[in-house]
Nanobody, 118 residues
Framework: QVQLVESGGGLVQAGESLRLSCAAS????????MGWFRQAPGKEREFVAAINWSGGGTSYIDSVKGRFSISRDRTKNTVYLQMNSLKPEDTAVYYC???????????WGQGTQVTVSS
């Protein structure tokens, strides 16, 4: 089972940027993807972005397209989420997880808090 550790969150002002990292221990198999989800207070956890581990194909929720970029470094077993032009509505705890066939496998890390002030 893969263990995931997220980092890189913080408090920023609207319009600023952050880069989140998710370090994975254990092997991530081809055919799997890595995904970022977020959960704001009082809301359900929602999908943000995903990247196919082998092919590098990406997908995003509409609200972050053009602002967020997901990438991975297979030599470091790490996936990144570059977040630009942050908005207060991006405030949430961000989690990463492995995914297969579009479904989160639930091996969540501890999450990293992102707070965007207006």
């Amino acid at each position: 089972q893969v263990q995931l550790v997220e980092s890189g969150g913080g408090l920023v002002q609207a319009g600023e940027s952050l880069r989140l990292s998710c370090a994975a221990s254990g092997r991530i198999f081809s055919g799997f993807s890595m995904g970022w989800f977020r959960q704001a207070p009082g809301k359900e956890r929602e999908f943000v972005a995903a990247i196919n581990w082998s092919g590098g194909g990406t997908s995003y929720i509409d609200s972050v397209k053009g602002r967020f970029s997901i990438s991975r470094d297979r030599t470091k077993n790490t996936v990144y989420l570059q977040m630009n032009s942050l908005k207060p509505e991006d405030t949430a705890v961000y989690y990463c997880t492995t995914m297969r066939s579009g479904v989160a496998l639930g091996d969540w890390g501890q999450g990293t808090q992102v707070t965007v002030s207006s």
